[in-house]
């Protein structure tokens, strides 16, 4: 009997001994909320992204951004808002968290991101917001969607949640001329504060709702309260809030993996060129490429299992090799509540099902070594003869 493999999981973080002290410092300094270091963090991150006129604001999710964002933006009910059905179900939860109705569209073959035709035949009189989703590190075409947004008069709140680094047209998503862009740094991102996300805009009235609303609607945040040197304990309750704030515990890890975040996205990238390399010879659908001189986050590597292979069936084959696996995505018209409540079907998104049907997702993450590249394709090789 063949002694099962030592698993290569899916993916890891990558945190090392300076995530650890920075942390160690946080919990010996006294402040483990919401405090000095999650500024610290908001600042450094606005900095990252290179633009003076930006505000960041940290939370402990992207959803929870994302929610923030439509908020701020004024969505309700009786509201529309475009999103993708390619995604995972927090690009579309928000939006019925508000009251409002998600409207899902198909994906493009060539980038597996929104399709800007589906966002354009789908506005209606009640839409009033599009959630363009970043698909596995590489851009959607956000010089179509912001322009057909300026058309009708509506928001853009950019998921971004694969996307750190990555670029459009040579400029950093987080920098464009949407309404907010929402990042994750959730454990298997690019960059990890264990849970976590950050809210960038340049509308300074639409930062400061933000700010108010991550922490149940207070109109001063707990560290000024705590930390002035009078008497500073009234506040009040301006609005019905919510409990999305970061801890300065997430934001010390943050700090230190903003640092590495370039040199962790260039490992992923060369990780990328060797799975690119080795599939060129095989029958397998590599991941779109970044336009020309973008860059591509490489969140994710998801290939296309050829014609006639059973999917499932690869993925237990390459388990059975000890190699971790996982599908992006089960889209949202294949999710029971969605299809149901949204009276979904996929004959209406045959780009996304047709992926949806031959995609699996290999792991691809900065701890991996060459040995462990060579391994995962010498599995797929080996899945695909027997598959």
Not at 226 to 248: C, E, H, L, Q
Not at 278 to 301: I, T
Request: glycine residues 6%; negative net charge; charged residues 25%.
């Amino acid at each position: 009997m063949t002694e099962p493999q030592t698993l290569l999981p899916f993916a890891l973080p990558d945190v090392g001994e300076e995530e650890i002290a920075e942390v160690v410092d946080t919990l010996r300094s006294g402040w483990l909320t919401t405090g000095p270091k999650t500024k610290r963090f908001e600042q450094a991150f606005a900095e990252f992204l290179g633009d003076a006129t930006l505000e960041a604001v940290a939370v402990n999710s992207a959803t929870a951004g994302l929610h923030l964002a439509l908020e701020a933006a004024g969505i309700g009910p009786g509201d529309e808002v475009i999103t993708t059905t390619h995604t995972f179900t927090a690009s579309a939860e928000v939006i019925r968290y508000l009251g409002a109705d998600p409207v899902l569209v198909d994906i493009e073959e060539h980038s597996l991101c929104i399709d800007p035709r589906e966002i354009e035949k789908h506005i209606t009189a009640r839409t009033k917001a599009i959630i363009p989703v970043h698909f596995g590190g590489r851009s959607a075409d956000m010089t179509s969607i912001l322009a057909i947004a300026k058309r009708h008069g509506l928001k853009v709140i950019e998921d971004a949640a694969h996307a750190l680094p990555c670029t459009h047209r040579g400029e950093m998503i987080g920098t464009l001329a949407s309404d907010a862009t929402v990042f994750s740094f959730y454990a298997n991102k690019t960059m990890t504060t264990g849970e976590g996300g950050m809210l960038v805009t340049r509308d300074a009235a639409l930062a400061k709702r933000a700010r108010t609303m991550r922490l149940h609607g207070i109109d001063r945040d707990a560290f000024a309260r705590f930390n002035s040197k009078v008497p500073a304990w009234r506040y009040d309750i301006v609005a019905p809030g919510f409990k999305y704030n970061m801890t300065d515990i997430a934001a010390a890890i943050g700090l230190v993996q903003l640092k590495r975040v370039r040199d962790m996205q260039q490992r992923r990238a060369e990780i990328a060129r060797q799975f690119d390399a080795a599939f060129a010879s095989m029958n397998v659908g590599r991941p779109p490429q970044a336009e020309n001189g973008d860059v591509h986050s490489w969140h994710l590597y998801p290939i296309l299992v050829p014609q006639g292979v059973d999917r499932d069936r690869f993925i237990d084959r390459m388990f059975e090799q000890g190699i971790g696996m996982s599908v992006h995505y089960i889209p949202l018209h294949q999710q029971s509540y969605w299809r149901e409540s949204c009276k979904l079907d996929a004959k209406d998104f045959p780009v996304s099902q047709s992926v949806y049907e031959r995609t699996a997702s290999l792991p691809i993450y900065t701890r991996m070594s060459d040995a462990d590249v060579a391994r995962v394709v010498a599995a797929v090789r080996n899945a695909l003869e027997t598959a």
